[in-house]
């Protein structure tokens, strides 16, 4: 730094200074290599950790068959269970007091019971009722369950029918998928989750930095020198932009060899919107920085402000629609909303920036703002 | 840290001023202090006091009225090139069932793909020309119906829906002898879910809250708390103090114990108050349980202040840790649907066997006859995590 920077009353921008702060904020970096590694590596953790473990389609849940008739026609209702590979029959019970036992300790989700007569009742063309037992604890598997199982006693139902009296042949349901022909569970994560990983790492970068100086007593030291606030945001955010930009790449390089994930739209859309993402992101995690001055709080900070709503509130997992009205309203707030939308768009649908330009601009504003706001906080907070 | 310094000359004062450095025998005394220091520096920030116990009852709110696994008004857009008495019947059928709500409909082919490709529909419905013809001369009909395969787990379930919806509709179309429903032939399949007869996903989730958030203060406060001290440099002054290590980890380790059992209760309270979580078992079995779970994430929490030396690479090595755990446990997918070899690695995952044991005792009021392994696999892995834990702390400090 010249002396010349150095006379007070100079306040114009400086690209000289902003890089001597980007360098001091890398010589950081470098210094802590496990943080770093790090920075790279949980991104690639969480894709692979996600991508693998994570299931939406459920099969083979397993159940239990009370069979109070033994017939043919009993037997084969519980054979269609067996064949439609939604489920994997795992007992016969004795008495009916047992469904409850291998249901409290888990090793049953559902438990068919059919009662006696039952092949007499269907063959004499009356309603024959059978009763499945279904584990409610986890709703979510329970719904998928009894979809299943209705589906499967319909089938049979129909098939039962048309033996004894003729039926004629009804509405067949063609279902494609588009987008994602084979419903893969993976497609439908890595996108997704490329704007949650995002999120949390970009944040957690970037949280620690002002705090840190704040901290360790050095932020004095950086007031008292000529260096102007966009200077030293700036200056801090750029080495950070380089690990997220890095971060993205692997994050799409594993989604594209590890899962195979289509890339049907415009790489150059994607990088770009990743990285204004990015940018107000990390611009999020200097404004908690530069309030908080404690380590501690940014860090709770940070995840209440990015991991949860990224993670709840964005459609990542679950749909927006089916929320309360008004956490509807509080996820239009959140940025990730927006930014999962485009990459899904951009990687599974393929569609460009004319179906997608309002949210490129909401990626804009949202960098944009969040960097203002940054240089603002820690303006008013030197200051 | 001037509560530091003043307790160093307390011990310079007393008699076991040779005991400083190893040997000797533990004192209640001084743990007491550094216990009562630690609680000091937690509570004197506001702020801080606000964080340990706001989010908590955020994330609770959040996971009782977002996380809604429950598939209702699928939006759906209609494409009826048919526009008969049938097909209208058909999109009744299925509006009808509150699992699908029309947002739009079209003429054209090319209005589906659009509808889709801009995400204002996640599912259309195509009812071909000659829909009712066909259905009436007997050849069979069909509809086509088209899922965004991009939006998570809908897809999976509005498409069994359609299928379910399309499949009852067509005995009453086809079957021109149905006879209303009483009395409809065919098999009638009549389900009944136990212990949460409404299947709402909260009664689930919402005790599992309690898990997450006992882990979350575990790890980050006990991490948090040594690596700052090393970061300052105030650890190698409470080393240099008679303070002996097993002390000085009682003194790091007891408050986040005291503040994630008082963030349970509250959890749990809210739990049952406000979300009416059906509490049907044992009490004793939760206190049980939830005490090796805690031990666990504060055994974690304290390994990895011994791996880091800045707060920001605690800060990460938590989320390193946690992602995994949490993703493992069952949190959100439950553990049966996971590829067999990780259903086996979750088995090393404390937070699966809690989960269990929580969503075991508040929904299906199991006792110790159905929950004995998941408290027997947290008794061996909390002491367990913990005492590896402060083994490789004395090796570090020391």
């Known amino acids: 730094m010249s002396e010349r920077a150095a006379r007070p009353g100079d306040r114009r921008l400086r690209l000289s200074r902003l890089l001597a702060m980007a360098r001091k904020e890398s010589l950081h970096l470098l210094r802590d290599p496990r943080s770093l590694g790090m920075a790279f590596a949980l991104p690639a953790l969480m894709v692979l950790a996600f991508g693998w473990v994570i299931s939406f389609d459920i099969r083979y849940i397993p159940m239990a068959v009370y069979d109070e008739d033994r017939t043919a026609a009993s037997r084969a209702l519980a054979d269609a269970f067996t064949a439609s590979t939604y489920f994997r029959v795992v007992g016969h019970l004795e008495r009916y007091g047992d469904a409850e036992q291998l249901i409290d300790r888990n090793a049953v989700r559902l438990v068919l019971v059919i009662p006696p007569r039952f092949a007499a009742r269907l063959a004499g063309g009356g309603p024959a009722p059978v009763q499945a037992l279904v584990d409610g604890g986890d709703a979510n598997t329970a719904i998928f369950a009894m979809t299943y199982a209705r589906g499967i006693v319909a089938a049979y139902s129909a098939r039962a029918l048309l033996g004894v009296r003729r039926a004629p042949p009804g509405v067949t349901a063609e279902t494609r998928v588009w987008y994602n022909e084979a419903l893969k569970s993976s497609h439908m994560i890595v996108p997704g989750l490329l704007a949650v990983v995002m999120m949390i790492i970009a944040a957690m970068l970037t949280s620690l930095t002002v705090a840190r100086e704040w901290e360790r007593g050095t932020m004095e030291q950086l007031a008292s020198t000529p260096v102007h606030p966009v200077e030293v945001i700036v200056g801090k955010l750029l080495p950070y932009l380089a690990i997220g930009m890095v971060d993205v790449l692997v994050v799409g390089f594993i989604g594209d060899a590890v899962f195979r994930v289509p890339f049907r739209g415009s790489i150059v859309y994607f990088l770009g919107a990743s990285f204004l993402f990015l940018l107000g992101t990390l611009s999020l995690g200097i404004l908690v920085s530069a309030a908080m001055r404690s380590q501690m709080l940014a860090v709770q900070i940070t995840m209440v402000v990015t991991f949860l709503p990224s993670f709840l509130l964005s459609g990542f997992m679950f749909d927006i629609v089916n929320m309360p009205k008004v956490l509807q309203i509080i996820s239009l707030v959140v940025p990730a909303r927006y930014f999962i939308t485009l990459v899904r768009g951009i990687m599974l649908k393929g569609v460009g920036p004319d179906v997608l330009w309002p949210y490129g601009l909401g990626m804009f504003l949202y960098g944009a703002v969040g960097l203002l706001l940054a240089v603002r906080a820690f303006r008013k907070e030197i200051a | ?398």
Request: aromatic residues 8%; contains cysteine; charged residues 15%.
């Open chain 2, 1 to 398: 840290m001037p509560e530091a310094r003043g307790h160093g000359g307390t011990g310079a004062r007393g008699p076991d001023r040779t005991a400083a450095g190893n040997g000797g025998a533990f004192s209640f005394a001084r743990a007491a202090e550094m216990v009562r220091k630690e609680l000091r520096q937690l509570f004197r920030d506001p702020m801080m006091v606000r964080l340990m116990f706001g989010p908590p009852l955020l994330q609770l709110m959040v996971f009782g009225y977002a996380v809604n696994t429950d598939i209702r008004d699928t939006r759906t857009f209609i494409l009826d090139q048919d526009r008969t008495a049938v097909s209208r019947r058909l999109v009744e059928g299925l509006t009808a069932s509150n699992y699908f709500v029309v947002v739009g409909r079209g003429e054209r082919p090319d209005d589906v793909t659009q509808a889709l490709d801009h995400g204002r529909a996640t599912i259309g419905i195509d009812i071909p020309q000659g829909f009712a013809a066909d259905l009436a001369s007997g050849r069979g009909a069909r509809v086509q119906v088209l899922v965004d395969g991009t939006s998570a787990n809908s897809a999976n379930v509005a498409q069994g829906y359609v299928g379910l919806i399309v499949q009852r509709l067509s005995q009453n179309l086809g079957g021109a002898g149905a006879q209303g429903h009483g009395g409809a032939p065919g098999v009638d399949l009549r389900a009944r879910a136990w212990f949460n007869p409404d299947l709402k996903s909260r009664v689930y989730n919402v005790p599992a809250v309690a898990g997450l958030i006992v882990m979350l203060m575990g790890l980050s406060l006990t991490s948090m708390a040594v690596v700052r001290e090393r970061e300052i440099g105030t650890l190698e002054q409470l080393m240099v103090s008679p303070l002996k290590p097993i002390e000085l980890i009682v003194g790091k380790t007891l408050p986040p114990v005291l503040v994630a059992v008082a963030d349970l209760c509250l959890v749990a309270s809210v739990a049952i108050l406000w979300f009416h979580v059906p509490m049907r078992g044992s009490v004793l079995l939760l206190a049980a349980g939830s005490m090796c779970f805690i031990l666990a994430a504060v055994g974690a929490g304290l390994l990895i202040s011994t791996m880091a030396s800045t707060q920001q690479e605690a800060f990460m090595s938590m989320f390193f840790f946690m992602m995994p755990t949490i993703i493992l446990g069952g949190f959100m997918f439950p553990v049966a649907n996971m590829p067999v070899f990780f259903q086996w690695l979750s088995l090393l995952d404390p937070l699966r066997h809690y989960l269990e044991l929580v969503r075991g005792i508040f929904l299906k009021g199991a006792g110790l006859d159905a929950l004995w392994k998941q408290l027997a696999a947290l008794a061996v892995m909390g002491p367990g995590l913990l005492w590896f834990a402060v083994t490789r702390f004395h090796k570090t400090i020391e």
